[in-house]
Antibody, heavy 118, light 111 residues
Framework: EVQLVQSGAEVKKPGESLKISCKGS????????IGWVRQMPGKGLEWMGI????????RYSPSFQGQVTISVDKSINTAYLQWSNLKASDTAMYYC???????????WGQGTLVTVSS | QPVLTQSSSASASLGSSVKLTCTLN???????IAWHQQQPGKAPRFLMR???????NRGSGVPARFSGSSSGADRYLTISSLQSEDEAIYYC?????????FGGGTKLTVL
């Protein structure tokens, strides 16, 4: 069974750094892309970026380029999304999703809620 | 770059059928899309992949009540025999060489 399990909810202060994770199981992790999606409170889904687990090749949405870093450790089947300087506007639910053949998402993680507040 | 347009809301009665629409912008009307369902308080769930010719492939465990079709730049999701658990927001997704996009989502109310 394909599963993506994300790390738990985080509460941070503005200016702090954060790294959240997404661990894949039930499939050959290195053969798929992992995408990250933001959902701000009461809003729709926004694509942030995507990484190929096999070679760490990455694509970013222009809206998020330079604001976040996507990485992967294929030795432990885990993808990451990190911030170096959190803002209150980063408060949102973040989802990871598996993408097959550089196409659409076909499995989703359960989400990680990030709250940034002073 | 592709853009997807969805109506913000739709409603239909329990046991009836509903057809949701996702429209691709000019120049992208042959694109493949995916439909995802997000029930209240839950993560999105992949429903199906839908091609421009109307062929579709449902995700694992997705009931046959969910079907897809296409006409020109429009991609449709039809849900038949509506159940209360179908009340959700439905998003379409597509992608290009270096970018992915989601539609704004359609909130479906089951009356």
């Amino acid at each position: 069974e394909v599963q993506l399990v994300q790390s738990g909810a985080e509460v941070k202060k503005p200016g702090e750094s954060l790294k959240i994770s997404c661990k894949g199981s039930g499939y050959t992790f290195r053969s798929y892309w992992i995408g990250w999606v933001r959902q701000m409170p009461g809003k729709g889904l926004e694509w942030m970026g995507i990484i190929y687990a096999g070679d760490s090749g990455t694509r970013y949405s222009p809206s998020f380029q330079g604001q976040v870093t996507i990485s992967v450790d294929k030795s432990i089947n885990t993808a990451y999304l990190q911030w170096s300087n959190l803002k209150a506007s980063d408060t949102a639910m973040y989802y990871c999703a598996r993408h097959g053949d550089y196409s659409h998402a076909d499995y989703w993680g359960q989400g990680t809620l990030v709250t940034v507040s002073s | 770059q592709p853009v997807l347009t969805q109506s913000s809301s739709a409603s239909a009665s329990l046991g009836s059928s509903v057809k949701l629409t996702c429209t691709l912008n000019r120049g992208h009307d042959t694109y493949i899309i995916a439909w995802h369902q997000q029930q209240p308080g839950k993560a999105p769930r992949f429903l199906m992949r839908l091609e421009g010719a109307g062929r579709y492939n449902r995700g694992s465990g997705v009931p046959a009540r969910f079907s897809g079709s296409s006409s020109g730049a429009d991609r449709y999701l039809t849900i038949s025999s509506l159940q209360s658990e179908d009340e959700a927001i439905y998003y379409c997704e597509t992608w290009d060489s270096n970018t992915w996009v989601f539609g704004g989502g359609t909130k479906l109310t089951v009356l």
